[in-house]
């Protein structure tokens, strides 16, 4: 039950705190008297849209507190635990502060709540996928929401791709055109067009930080006239989208596939447009380990070193050491959550699938000496247990381990770059890590 309210700076509430009765509650008050405001600041203490009309004027934010008695809700207290959002034994307290620009933050039990977990693994930046959230929700959602931030309450930077890799792999009986793509998308088939103007008001309509060009991606293999064909529309395509205004930053992609001309020429000409960064796109599309390696360094050494050079949609540990040592600073990459979700987890020599029978009995963690939650407070026996009964906190768990080696291990190059040990590292690292278990 509800035990208190306190609201601060809310409409046209200045402080206020109301304590509550067990039983029924009636509140009462003439038209105007602010009793509907006192139902809209529960809403948001439970988890309702923020907006920048809630915080009172002159006021930098607004505040809203919640306290419950949960003494009576032993499943709510136990995933209040699971999820490492206990607070005082029996009680929950919900709280939201929302800024002047609109922006929320959601707590529980003084936790911040997932963004928490996010941050506690060490994650400053997030991918979102202008394809799928173009798809599904679709734009009306996103506009409703005020843009991606406030939709999944991450204040942190988004980046988000353009949605050309997903058109291109993923929806069906595409007509590519000067102005862009005709395509089916891949949920109900419904007709869709994206060009370099739309991918870019799409991706400032989502309030991206780093929006990404709308680029045409060839499959592998693809001749050599072909790939010149598509790269030249994508370079016309990058001119338009540089036209566009979005609120953040603009990374061009360098194309070419697999042809060293084409590379340099993809690169040269964006860097004479001009972007904030660049990356290297149409790697990782089904060719092999060497001709994704030279496709980055048929690009790297023409993108300048002192902006961001960002590898799209990679890889393994020893693909990431690998490219960070051919000049790469960003990359993304579904296989830590991908692979977390099939049961499986990251090590330094490795994966590991926790499916397996050899870890029944076993009362280590994932990994010796890793400091992410899973790691922290759980066996591999349990994790084991959690996956073979395909409880979802054993997934979770996975995946917050196996991002938190993925982020440690950039963390960990930075740091021997800085050391000027990179060399070693890379040499020992890449010859201690065993590729077969790859998926
Ligand atoms: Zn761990």
């Known amino acids: 039950m509800l035990l208190q309210l306190s609201i601060r700076d809310f409409v046209i509430v200045q402080d206020l705190e109301l304590e509550f009765q067990a039983g029924f509650t009636a509140l009462t008050g003439e038209t105007g008297a602010g009793k509907s405001i006192l139902i809209d600041a529960l809403a948001l203490a439970l988890g309702g849209r923020a907006d920048a009309d809630q915080v009172r004027s002159g006021a930098e934010r607004a ?129 869709m067009f994206l060009g370099p103007r739309e991918a870019m008001e799409i991706q400032a309509a989502l309030g991206s930080d780093i929006a990404m060009l709308f680029d045409e991606c060839p499959p592998f293999p693809c001749p050599h006239e072909k790939v ?91 693909q990431l050491v690998e490219m960070v040592a051919r000049g790469i600073d960003m990359f993304d990459c579904v296989l830590p959550t991908r692979l977390a979700r099939n049961g499986t987890a990251y090590t330094a020599r490795g994966t590991i699938s926790l499916k397996n029978a050899q870890f029944t009995l076993d009362a280590g963690p994932i990994e010796e000496g890793c400091a992410c939650a899973a790691c922290r407070g759980f066996s591999r026996g349990y994790l084991r247990h959690l996956v073979k009964s395909e409880e979802i906190l054993g997934l979770r768990l996975i995946s917050l381990h196996n991002l938190h080696f993925y982020l440690e291990l950039m963390a960990r190059m930075r740091r021997e770059i800085e050391a000027g040990t990179f060399a070693a590292f890379r040499r020992e690292f890449v010859a201690g890590y065993r590729t077969s278990a790859e998926p």
């Open 63 to 191: 505040e809203v507190s919640a306290e419950f008695s949960v003494q009576t809700l032993p499943l709510l207290q136990q995933w209040l635990v699971q999820s490492e959002l206990q607070g005082d034994p029996g009680q929950l307290l919900l709280r939201r502060v929302v800024d002047r620009n609109g922006r929320s933050r959601a707590l529980i039990n003084g936790h911040v709540a997932t963004v928490a977990q996010l941050r506690e693994v060490g994650a400053q930046i997030i991918l979102g996928n202008t394809y799928h959230l173009f798809v599904r929700p679709g734009m009306d959602v996103m506009r409703h929401f005020g843009g991606l931030h406030r939709f999944m309450n991450w204040d942190g930077p988004i980046l988000t791709d353009s949605g050309g890799f997903q058109v291109f792999s993923l929806a069906k009986l595409r007509k590519i055109t000067e102005e862009g793509v005709h395509f089916q998308n891949h949920i109900d088939g419904s007709p």
């Open 228 to 318: 010149a064909e598509s790269l030249e529309r994508t370079l016309r395509w990058a001119a338009r989208c540089k036209e566009v205004p979005t609120p953040g930053m603009k990374f061009g992609i360098v194309q070419g596939s697999s042809f060293e001309d084409l590379r340099r020429h993809s690169a040269e000409a964006l860097v004479a447009l001009g972007f904030d960064g660049y990356a290297v796109g149409g790697v990782s599309v089904g060719e092999p380990e060497p001709e994704m390696m030279r496709a980055v360094e048929y690009s790297v050494p023409f993108l300048p070193a002192e902006k961001p050079r960002y590898a799209m949609g990679l890889g393994t540990p020893p």
